[in-house]
């Protein structure tokens, strides 16, 4: 058992933008986010993941990067970010920054460059191809709707976009790119960050055929995922960037992998394999996704999400490790999923913070998981402001969706649910900004906000403080063995941890109705056993248990 600083930290996701505003304009910065880092403190948090503030036209809200080593002046200056830092540390937490370096923004120094000939020296920084018959090069689709190429009338040829049209892919292909990239995150290690998350990671090697994607319907554009994801070179890629780079910090990193398998996170993240700590999958997000993607929403089946988390529980148990999230800035709200927003909203978002918090791995929270905040429901598209979102409302019109249909879509998985400002007070705009914030607050505020939370002992706020403190005090949570328990039951969620002699019974229910369930034989040979946590009043006594609507408990067991 190789013990890890990351390993037993429990992590914070940081969306600068909607998080705190400290000046009024409307967005928030950095130095509201300094406000807010006692809050944190209290929270139990070790690790702060910010979200990019780097220099950004702000196409796909900072994601898209002009200068990598200058502060987006909405968010405020270095000086701000450099004492950001300073607080951070001084209370005894580390930082984590994004790492965006699949794709740079279109108004990037090298980028403005790269386009002007075929002969300019930063032409090979992206990636150029002619078309083919007076069209794209390929049928590759862009993540965010429509063809990934797109023309440039100075060269007479196209450039490669996974993303937005202002997010053109760098060539990972070029030596003398990757060592300007090694050298950007040099700098900021030696600043003192202490983590990186790594920005679809995986995309970073493409095949150079660039082969048309299998298109059996005959559509214009179909992904070719298969020929980005877990390319030819990413692991030599990514231990040459271990190498020259990330082995001589002690820093935390995980990259976001949409597509990797179990079987592929093991090689990116095992311990003698010199890459990353840790991945971002994207399986159990996915489940609610019908055959035409993301916003073809079906109903889910917790037989399917247990039997997705088990397989990378099991998989990455002996080499590798997890991370632990329901949300993050791209995904709807957890309790608006998969469990229940209305009247089961705090027990079921104890339920699901049980769930996730007490497997195998390190746990992230997304800014409001704590306070149990909810998806929106903007009556309008002209309230959104997720690209991402605007594109596919554009296009499912073009389709011939009716509109309500695709709002519906929309209200459930529009990655503005997770950016609508923080909710700290029941004062204007939730007390995120006295100016007009750049999206509207959720109107729910008035009844779920921070303050409130606070004040109340049985609030989501302080469960959450309970399972990080638990997790502090009890190895077993972070280092023991998982083993999943009714595979089969379509409303119980249940499995074991086991670490020398001691074990830990996680029972969740997720539905909204009164459940049985059957204590195993097994624990009852344990001497002692103790209830560790639940979210409804509940004894220690293990005979067959009746569960509430959402109930969670965690009973401890020891020889």
């Known amino acids: 058992m190789n013990k890890a600083w990351w390993k037993e930290s429990v992590v914070y996701q940081i969306y600068p933008r909607s998080f705190n505003d400290s000046n009024n304009d409307g967005i928030g910065d950095i130095l509201g986010i300094i406000e807010k880092l006692d809050y944190l403190k209290d929270l139990g948090i070790d690790v702060i993941w910010l979200s990019p503030v780097y220099e950004s036209p702000n196409d796909d809200n900072g994601y898209d990067i002009s200068n990598y080593q200058a502060i987006m002046a909405e968010f405020g200056t270095m000086a701000d970010w450099n004492q950001l830092l300073k607080e951070i540390h001084r209370r005894d937490m580390k930082l984590m920054m994004d790492l965006v370096i699949n794709h740079s923004s279109d108004e990037h120094s090298w980028f403005v460059e790269s386009r002007k000939s075929k002969e300019n020296a930063y032409r090979d920084y992206y990636i150029w191809r002619p078309g083919k018959d007076g069209y794209e090069p390929n049928n590759w689709e862009s993540a965010f709707s429509g063809s990934a190429w797109q023309y440039n009338k100075e060269t007479d040829d196209y450039f490669l976009h996974l993303f937005s049209k202002k997010q053109p892919d760098l060539n990972w292909e070029n030596t003398t790119l990757r060592k300007e990239i090694y050298s950007m995150i040099t700098w900021w290690l030696d600043k003192g960050v202490d983590g990186l998350r790594m920005d679809v990671i995986n995309f970073i090697s493409k095949d ?35 190498k020259n780079v990330l082995s001589k910090y002690d820093v935390m990193t995980v990259g976001e992998m949409p597509g990797a398998t179990p079987e592929e996170a093991v090689l990116y993240t095992g311990e003698r394999r010199d890459e990353l700590n840790m991945v971002f999958h994207f399986e159990h997000m ?11 929403v079906k109903p889910w089946s917790l037989i399917t999400l247990k039997e997705i988390l088990s397989k990378w529980q099991y998989k990455l148990e002996h080499d590798g490790w997890n991370s632990l999230y329901w949300n993050n800035h791209d995904q709807p709200r957890v309790v608006s999923r998969f469990g229940h927003d209305d009247e089961y909203r705090n027990k079921s978002a104890k339920m699901l913070a049980t769930t996730l918090h007490m497997m195998k791995g390190t746990p992230y929270i997304y800014q409001g998981e704590e306070i149990g905040m909810t998806n929106v429901r903007f009556s309008t598209i002209s309230k959104y402001r997720d690209i991402e979102t605007l594109n596919a409302y554009k296009e499912k019109v073009t389709e011939g969706w009716p509109v309500d249909k695709i709002m519906q879509a929309i209200h459930i998985k529009s990655r503005d649910n997770a950016r609508t400002p923080m909710q700290w007070d029941t004062t204007t705009n939730a007390g995120f900004t006295e100016g007009e914030p750049w999206i509207q607050v959720n109107p729910n505020y008035t009844d779920i906000n921070v303050k409130q939370a606070i004040q109340d002992s049985n609030s989501i706020f302080h469960y959450y403080k309970q399972l990080i403190q638990l997790r502090k005090k009890y190895d077993i949570i972070v280092y023991g063995a998982y083993d999943l328990l009714l595979e089969d039951n ?23 109705k009164q459940v049985a369930f059957s204590t195993p034989i097994d624990v009852k040979l344990y001497r002692t056993h103790k209830l560790l946590i639940s979210n409804y009043e509940a004894t220690d006594e293990l005979e067959d248990i009746s569960l509430q609507p959402y109930e969670t408990r965690v009973y401890y067991f020891s020889k």
Request: proline letters at 4%.
């Open 208 to 242: 150079t055929n660039f082969p048309d994607g299998e298109n059996p319907e005959g559509k214009k554009y179909v992904s070719g995922a298969k020929y980005f994801m877990n390319g030819p070179k990413i692991h030599d890629y990514l231990q040459e960037m271990n």
């Open 286 to 296: 996915d489940i609610d996704s019908g055959f035409g993607g993301k916003w073809d």
């Open 490 to 512: 379509q409303d119980i969620f249940a499995y074991t941890r086991q670490l020398g002699s001691e074990k830990l019974l996680i029972i969740s229910n997720f539905t909204e």
